[in-house]
């Protein structure tokens, strides 16, 4: 199974080779590489260096835990999740904690720490999952999150597993090819909606 982005310039094999499994593997995820992916989203670009991110995470081999936060998940996410040896939440912070402002690029920069875990993870031999579908209220109740920080996205995370152990249709998208817009429809120059002439 080969879900490498089919790219019309070149991209580091890291980015290209990174997609959204629902089928992992039952390998443990060390509490080392653990530790290396939220280093790698610790170094994340924000908004005045605030870091407004903040990460839940529950290992499979603290059994409470891990059913705690995967109950914190949509069914229809906990049907395929439940395979990830780690299951995490992201969370932003919504307000600038140097004047107390709402900081409109809290989940932006959310999602920059994200992806930079997505990266290490690349470079480590596993994959992530993030998903929109949770139970935010349900998941700031249980983890007593403060007012000032919104419950934004799980994340599945751990090995490759084998696409076969997925009931359908998600066996099915599994093994479909990843699919994107063309660059025309989202790099535009002199107005809306008109490409970029380089591309
Ligand atoms: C913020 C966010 C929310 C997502 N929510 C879900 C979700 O609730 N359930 C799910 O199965 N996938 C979810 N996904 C995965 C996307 O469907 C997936 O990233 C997209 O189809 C592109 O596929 P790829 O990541 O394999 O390239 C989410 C991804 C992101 C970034």
Same mark, same amino acid.
């Given at each position: ?14 980015? *290209? ?5 629902? /089928?992992?593997? +039952?390998?443990?995820?060390? &509490?080392?590489? !653990? #530790? ?69 690029? *809290? ?5 920059? /720490?994200?992806? +930079?875990?997505?990266?290490? &993870?690349?470079? !480590? #031999? ?69 490409? *970029?002439?380089?591309?």
């Amino acid at each position: 199974m080969d879900k490498t982005a089919v790219t019309h310039y070149p991209i580091h094999e890291l980015l *290209a080779k990174r997609w959204s499994p629902r /089928a992992f593997s +039952g390998k443990a995820v060390t &509490a080392e590489v !653990l #530790g290396s992916l939220f280093e790698a989203a610790r170094w994340a670009a924000s908004c005045y260096n605030e870091q407004p991110w903040r990460f839940i995470v529950a290992r499979r081999e603290e059994p409470d835990a891990y059913d705690t936060l995967l109950g914190c998940l949509v069914e229809g996410n906990q049907a395929w999740a439940v395979q990830a040896p780690v299951l995490m939440l992201g969370i932003a912070k919504q307000t600038f904690t140097r004047n107390g402002k709402p900081n409109a690029h *809290a989940r932006h920069d959310l999602g920059l /720490a994200t992806a +930079g875990m997505m990266a290490q &993870a690349g470079a !480590l #031999g596993l994959y992530m999952h993030a998903m929109g579908g949770i139970l935010p209220e349900k998941a700031a109740g249980i983890y007593r999150v403060p007012d000032d920080f919104q419950v934004c996205t799980g994340i599945a995370l751990g090995y490759l597993g084998d696409p076969e152990s997925l009931a359908e249709p998600m066996k099915t998208g599994e093994l479909e090819a990843r699919v994107r817009k063309p660059l025309t429809e989202i790099v535009f120059a002199s107005g809306w909606e008109e490409p *970029a002439g380089f591309l």
